[in-house]
């Protein structure tokens, strides 16, 4: 199993523009999530789906962000337009089941918005 | 609603001592307890977990925590740390409600010295 793989591993960008980070669960688990990992504020849930249904979005932190799930194989995490702020490491995770217990992170993308 | 503290942003012990992070959580339910570990610039890697059975579950490189309900804790511990134990360290609680989803602590930073 290829585990969970996200894309880009690194993004530069300039404030202002358009970025979209990539996500592609590993197969079969239905749960998957968006977190956001900086130093100031540690790790953030920004938003999970449950079957390809966003059920909690309330980690967003603005309406700059937003986040697909098409399909059960492919996950997108857009920021529109970016700002310095957004630098941070942005991880998804997929999970199979009630419990969490198949939770798995991908390596992240990290950002960083000039 | 879950919760996780984690007591100690960083901790820091030298090369061949006893590593105890430590971990508090509540929860309403019954918990499913993990400890996950996080290198420098890698996503999140599963050390253990606690679901059911033996409170004393045992993980990978060394690591072990206890699982006890009447202190509600879920402490870390490593007999002899080794440099390479240096790495960001979180606790997490499964989510009471059956939605697959982790409530994760802080997280605490060890540091290894030589």
Known sequence: DAGVIQSPRHEVTEMGQEVTLRCKPISGHNSLF?????????????????NNVPIDDSGMPEDRFSAKMPNASFSTLKIQPSEPRDSAVYFCASSLGPNGLSYTFGSGTRLTVV | ??????????????????????????????????????????????????????????????FEAEFKKSETSFHLTKPSAHMSDAAEYFCAVSEAGNTGKLIFGQGTTLQVKP
Do not use: D
Request: proline share 4%; with cysteine; net charge positive.
């Open chain 1, 34 to 50: 968006w977190y956001r990992q900086t130093m100031m504020r540690g790790l953030e849930l920004l938003i999970y789906f449950n």
């Open chain 2, 1 to 62: 609603a879950q919760s996780v503290t984690q007591l100690g942003s960083h901790v820091s012990v030298s090369e061949g001592a006893l590593v105890l992070l430590r971990c508090n959580y509540s929860s309403s339910v019954p918990p499913y307890l993990f400890w996950y570990v996080q290198y420098p610039n890698q996503g999140l890697q599963l050390l253990l977990k606690y679901t059911t059975g033996a409170t004393l579950v045992k993980g990978i490189n060394g």
